[in-house]
């Protein structure tokens, strides 16, 4: 699930809602590379979150960015500068306006899975 606004704003709310977290969508396939933006710093929960409910994956890439305020409304940036680099075949995004501006920047075919529509 999508992290509930003002949540993430605390660390403490924050990992505890990381651990609680509510799985949105399991794959039944490995996927070649995680994208998130997720701070580098919760690689261990997320890690965890991930091994709890089966998710199956080759790489793991988070934000290597030192605090959540250097990260306000550059997340979509952020997923483009990575996806320009490992090229991937197709794109998942839960936020429609950053499937859309990834769509944009990299041409690379992106669903937006919280509205089920595909920018390709």
């Given at each position: 699930?999508?992290?509930?606004?003002?949540?993430?704003?605390?660390?403490?709310?924050?990992?505890e809602w990381i651990h609680s977290a509510k799985p949105y969508l399991i794959p039944t396939f490995e996927?070649?590379?995680i994208l998130s933006s997720?701070?580098?710093?919760?690689?261990?929960?997320?890690?965890?979150?991930?091994?709890?409910?089966?998710v199956r994956y080759r790489e793991l890439m988070?934000?290597?960015i030192g605090s959540k305020r250097e990260a306000s409304g550059k997340h979509?940036?952020?997923?483009?500068?990575?996806?320009?680099?490992?090229?991937p075949e197709m794109f998942w995004e839960?936020?429609?306006?950053?499937?859309q501006e990834i769509w944009r920047a990299t041409k690379i075919p992106t669903l937006c899975?919280?509205?089920m529509r595909m920018f390709a």
């Open positions: 699930e999508n992290c509930p606004p003002g949540v993430d704003a605390d660390d403490a709310r924050y990992e996927i070649d590379v997720r701070l580098e710093c919760y690689r261990r929960e997320t890690e965890e979150w991930l091994a709890r409910y089966g988070l934000w290597e979509a940036q952020h997923k483009i500068e990575k996806l320009l680099r490992i090229k839960s936020s429609l306006v950053q499937a899975i919280d509205e």
